[in-house]
């Protein structure tokens, strides 16, 4: 880099704009206490919920392959239950779970359904697969998922997806409004 040299100018608009400078005989600094800076609150830790937390009064019945499925909580016009089998709604997001472990499935199914809510998906649709290569020709997925959308707070209804979205191996669930959503207009 080149050194630039200054006119006389710029030399007395600096001096003008910095002043008399007072020269310092030390080098070492003193540090000086301050006043402490105000407390802060802990932050609090979320309250951690079961999203699972209703009871099932009668457990559901085991499913096979090509059953399909239909649940609305109480409240739920029948109206919007089939507009749901139909596939009326736009789906908002979509899961695939089969070929995985009950444990693994249930830990994405239940985060995937936590984001849904928290960005304010109403329609997803889940794929939790047939079950043909389940021991018994009882697929462990399906009545898995089945038993924990029936006890999951934000669910409120569920149904075999029409065929061309997967059929008796998917289902179309439609979740509640988060309470952040809430007083937006809602045609459901």
Known sequence: MTKKTTTPEETALFR????????????TVILRPSKSPPPRPKPKLPEIVDPLEI?????????????QMLFAVPGVQKNVL????KGHYDLDAEIDLHGLSSRSAQSQLLNFLHRC?????????????????????????KNDINIWLR???????????????GGAGALLVLLRLSDKFADKDDDL
């Open 151 to 165: 006890q999951h707070r934000d669910v409120l209804a569920f149904c075999s997806a029409p065929r061309s979205c």
């Open 82 to 85: 089939k507009k749901l089998r």
């Open 16 to 27: 003008e704009t910095v002043g008399t400078v007072k020269e310092i005989r030390a080098d």
């Open 55 to 67: 009871p099932l009064d009668d457990v559901p019945s085991r499913l096979f392959q090509e059953d």
């Open 117 to 141: 809510v928290e960005k304010g998906c109403r329609c997803l649709l889940v794929i939790h697969g047939k079950g043909y290569n389940s021991p018994d020709q009882t697929p462990v997925l």
